[in-house]
Protein backbone atom coordinates (compact mmCIF):
# COMPACT_ATOMS: atom_id res chain seq x y z
CA UNK A 1 0.00 0.00 0.00
CA UNK A 2 1.10 3.41 -0.86
CA UNK A 3 1.73 6.11 1.86
CA UNK A 4 3.15 9.73 1.99
CA UNK A 5 3.22 10.74 5.38
CA UNK A 6 4.36 14.57 5.86
CA UNK A 7 5.61 16.36 8.99
CA UNK A 8 7.73 19.34 9.99
CA UNK A 9 4.70 21.69 9.87
CA UNK A 10 3.35 24.19 12.78
CA UNK A 11 4.01 27.99 13.74
CA UNK A 12 6.92 29.68 12.70
CA UNK A 13 6.82 33.47 12.78
CA UNK A 14 6.99 35.64 9.56
CA UNK A 15 10.33 35.67 8.23
CA UNK A 16 11.15 32.02 9.45
CA UNK A 17 12.25 29.06 8.37
CA UNK A 18 10.34 25.39 8.69
CA UNK A 19 11.78 22.11 6.75
CA UNK A 20 8.78 19.75 5.85
CA UNK A 21 9.92 16.14 5.41
CA UNK A 22 7.70 13.47 3.19
CA UNK A 23 8.13 9.87 4.12
CA UNK A 24 7.62 7.43 1.38
CA UNK A 25 6.31 3.95 1.23
CA UNK A 26 4.93 0.88 -1.09
CA UNK A 27 6.54 2.17 -4.29
CA UNK A 28 9.89 2.50 -5.94
CA UNK A 29 10.13 6.20 -4.84
CA UNK A 30 13.44 7.17 -7.25
CA UNK A 31 11.45 6.17 -10.21
CA UNK A 32 8.55 8.88 -9.66
CA UNK A 33 8.42 13.24 -9.85
CA UNK A 34 7.03 14.12 -6.14
CA UNK A 35 5.39 17.12 -5.92
CA UNK A 36 4.74 19.71 -2.95
CA UNK A 37 0.86 21.53 -3.33
CA UNK A 38 -0.77 23.73 -0.40
CA UNK A 39 -4.03 25.04 0.28
CA UNK A 40 -4.67 27.80 1.86
CA UNK A 41 -7.42 28.13 4.83
CA UNK A 42 -10.86 28.35 2.46
CA UNK A 43 -9.06 28.38 -0.79
CA UNK A 44 -8.32 26.05 -3.64
CA UNK A 45 -4.81 23.94 -4.32
CA UNK A 46 -1.57 25.93 -5.27
CA UNK A 47 0.99 24.01 -6.92
CA UNK A 48 4.03 24.63 -5.15
CA UNK A 49 7.31 22.45 -6.02
CA UNK A 50 8.25 19.90 -8.37
CA UNK A 51 11.46 17.27 -8.37
CA UNK A 52 12.37 14.75 -10.88
CA UNK A 53 13.04 10.91 -9.49
CA UNK A 54 16.44 11.23 -10.06
CA UNK A 55 16.76 14.88 -8.19
CA UNK A 56 18.62 16.04 -11.00
CA UNK A 57 15.76 18.63 -12.02
CA UNK A 58 13.42 21.17 -10.16
CA UNK A 59 10.60 23.66 -10.71
CA UNK A 60 9.47 25.66 -8.16
CA UNK A 61 6.00 28.38 -8.60
CA UNK A 62 6.83 31.99 -9.06
CA UNK A 63 5.14 32.40 -5.66
CA UNK A 64 8.21 30.98 -3.81
CA UNK A 65 11.05 30.74 -5.91
CA UNK A 66 13.88 31.92 -4.57
CA UNK A 67 12.38 31.06 -0.81
CA UNK A 68 11.69 27.31 -0.87
CA UNK A 69 14.15 24.67 -1.99
CA UNK A 70 12.63 21.18 -2.82
CA UNK A 71 15.19 18.01 -2.53
CA UNK A 72 14.98 14.21 -1.93
CA UNK A 73 16.78 11.33 -0.62
CA UNK A 74 16.15 8.44 -2.48
CA UNK A 75 18.04 5.81 -0.35
CA UNK A 76 15.58 7.16 2.32
CA UNK A 77 12.53 7.27 0.42
CA UNK A 78 11.98 10.65 1.51
CA UNK A 79 11.00 14.32 0.31
CA UNK A 80 11.62 17.40 1.69
CA UNK A 81 10.77 20.92 1.31
CA UNK A 82 12.82 23.38 2.82
CA UNK A 83 10.88 27.08 3.43
CA UNK A 84 12.65 30.23 4.40
CA UNK A 85 12.20 34.04 4.59
CA UNK A 86 8.21 32.77 5.52
CA UNK A 87 5.54 35.06 5.14
CA UNK A 88 1.71 35.38 6.46
CA UNK A 89 0.18 34.13 2.64
CA UNK A 90 2.28 30.76 2.86
CA UNK A 91 -0.16 29.58 5.38
CA UNK A 92 -1.56 26.54 4.53
CA UNK A 93 -2.13 22.31 4.40
CA UNK A 94 1.43 21.01 2.68
CA UNK A 95 0.71 17.86 0.75
CA UNK A 96 3.55 16.02 -0.70
CA UNK A 97 2.32 14.02 -3.99
CA UNK A 98 2.98 11.62 -6.96
CA UNK A 99 -0.47 13.25 -8.28
CA UNK A 100 -1.83 9.66 -8.20
CA UNK A 101 -1.42 9.66 -4.34
CA UNK A 102 -1.29 11.99 -1.34
CA UNK A 103 -0.28 12.53 1.78
CA UNK A 104 -2.60 13.70 4.53
CA UNK A 105 -1.12 17.21 4.49
CA UNK A 106 0.94 19.17 7.17
CA UNK A 107 -0.18 22.41 8.72
CA UNK A 108 1.80 25.38 8.42
CA UNK A 109 0.88 28.75 10.35
CA UNK A 110 2.84 31.86 9.61
CA UNK A 111 2.13 34.37 12.41
CA UNK A 112 3.30 36.32 14.70
CA UNK B 1 4.49 30.43 -16.78
CA UNK B 2 1.13 28.33 -18.10
CA UNK B 3 -2.16 29.48 -16.63
CA UNK B 4 -4.81 27.07 -16.09
CA UNK B 5 -8.73 28.57 -16.54
CA UNK B 6 -11.55 26.65 -15.26
CA UNK B 7 -15.24 27.74 -15.52
CA UNK B 8 -17.21 28.04 -14.22
CA UNK B 9 -16.68 28.64 -10.61
CA UNK B 10 -19.58 26.98 -9.38
CA UNK B 11 -21.66 25.04 -10.81
CA UNK B 12 -25.12 23.91 -9.45
CA UNK B 13 -27.12 20.64 -10.02
CA UNK B 14 -28.98 18.20 -9.27
CA UNK B 15 -28.89 14.36 -9.24
CA UNK B 16 -29.01 12.87 -12.11
CA UNK B 17 -27.77 15.95 -14.49
CA UNK B 18 -24.87 15.56 -17.18
CA UNK B 19 -22.50 17.85 -15.95
CA UNK B 20 -19.61 19.51 -18.27
CA UNK B 21 -16.69 21.74 -16.49
CA UNK B 22 -14.00 23.39 -18.87
CA UNK B 23 -10.48 23.68 -18.41
CA UNK B 24 -8.20 26.21 -20.32
CA UNK B 25 -4.22 26.41 -20.56
CA UNK B 26 -2.93 29.62 -21.83
CA UNK B 27 -0.62 27.85 -24.00
CA UNK B 28 -0.51 23.85 -25.41
CA UNK B 29 0.08 20.94 -22.55
CA UNK B 30 -0.45 18.47 -25.03
CA UNK B 31 -2.77 15.59 -22.96
CA UNK B 32 -0.66 16.30 -19.79
CA UNK B 33 -3.33 17.46 -18.37
CA UNK B 34 -4.98 15.35 -15.01
CA UNK B 35 -8.50 16.02 -13.01
CA UNK B 36 -9.20 15.91 -9.19
CA UNK B 37 -12.31 15.78 -6.85
CA UNK B 38 -11.77 17.17 -3.05
CA UNK B 39 -14.21 17.47 -0.76
CA UNK B 40 -13.93 19.47 2.78
CA UNK B 41 -10.97 18.50 4.61
CA UNK B 42 -9.49 16.19 2.56
CA UNK B 43 -6.58 15.13 0.15
CA UNK B 44 -7.48 15.62 -3.46
CA UNK B 45 -8.48 12.54 -5.12
CA UNK B 46 -7.13 11.35 -8.89
CA UNK B 47 -9.95 10.81 -11.43
CA UNK B 48 -8.58 11.37 -14.84
CA UNK B 49 -5.10 11.65 -16.17
CA UNK B 50 -3.26 12.12 -20.05
CA UNK B 51 -6.58 14.60 -20.67
CA UNK B 52 -9.14 11.31 -21.07
CA UNK B 53 -7.35 8.23 -19.30
CA UNK B 54 -10.17 7.21 -16.02
CA UNK B 55 -8.14 6.47 -13.13
CA UNK B 56 -8.60 3.29 -11.50
CA UNK B 57 -11.87 2.86 -9.10
CA UNK B 58 -13.29 5.71 -10.44
CA UNK B 59 -16.82 5.49 -11.47
CA UNK B 60 -17.13 5.42 -15.70
CA UNK B 61 -19.80 8.22 -15.41
CA UNK B 62 -16.22 10.26 -15.09
CA UNK B 63 -14.68 11.04 -18.40
CA UNK B 64 -12.08 13.60 -20.07
CA UNK B 65 -11.42 14.73 -22.80
CA UNK B 66 -9.39 17.45 -24.77
CA UNK B 67 -5.60 18.35 -25.84
CA UNK B 68 -3.57 21.44 -26.47
CA UNK B 69 -5.59 23.72 -24.84
CA UNK B 70 -9.00 23.35 -24.43
CA UNK B 71 -10.24 19.93 -21.65
CA UNK B 72 -13.67 19.04 -20.40
CA UNK B 73 -14.24 17.09 -17.49
CA UNK B 74 -17.69 15.29 -17.82
CA UNK B 75 -19.92 13.61 -15.00
CA UNK B 76 -23.00 12.00 -17.12
CA UNK B 77 -25.48 11.47 -14.74
CA UNK B 78 -24.80 13.21 -11.36
CA UNK B 79 -24.48 11.19 -8.24
CA UNK B 80 -24.80 11.97 -4.24
CA UNK B 81 -21.31 11.39 -3.69
CA UNK B 82 -20.14 13.74 -6.53
CA UNK B 83 -21.19 16.99 -4.87
CA UNK B 84 -17.34 17.99 -4.00
CA UNK B 85 -14.90 20.73 -6.23
CA UNK B 86 -13.18 19.62 -9.13
CA UNK B 87 -9.35 20.85 -10.22
CA UNK B 88 -7.55 20.57 -13.52
CA UNK B 89 -3.97 20.27 -13.48
CA UNK B 90 -0.82 20.43 -16.11
CA UNK B 91 1.42 17.89 -14.86
CA UNK B 92 3.47 18.38 -12.34
CA UNK B 93 2.32 22.53 -12.67
CA UNK B 94 -0.38 24.57 -12.15
CA UNK B 95 -3.71 23.96 -11.05
CA UNK B 96 -7.39 25.24 -12.17
CA UNK B 97 -8.78 27.58 -9.72
CA UNK B 98 -11.62 24.93 -9.19
CA UNK B 99 -15.08 24.21 -9.68
CA UNK B 100 -17.40 23.70 -6.76
CA UNK B 101 -20.63 21.37 -7.82
CA UNK B 102 -23.03 22.43 -5.47
CA UNK B 103 -26.69 21.20 -4.85
CA UNK B 104 -29.20 22.68 -6.73
Known amino acids: EVQLVESGGGLVQPGGSLRLSCAAS????????MNWVRQAPGKGLEWVSA????????YYADSVKGRFAISRDNSKNTLYLQMNSLRAEDTAVYYC?????WGQGTLVTVSS | DIQMTQSPSTLSASVGDRVTITCRAS??????LAWYQQKPGKAPKLLIY???SLEGGVPSRFSGSGSGTEFTLTISSLQPDDFATYYC??????FGQGTKVEIK
Open chain 1, 97 to 101: TTMRH
Open chain 1, 26 to 33: GFTFSSYA
Open chain 1, 51 to 58: ISGGGGST
Open chain 2, 27 to 32: QSISSW
Open chain 2, 50 to 52: KAS
Open chain 2, 89 to 94: QQYNGT
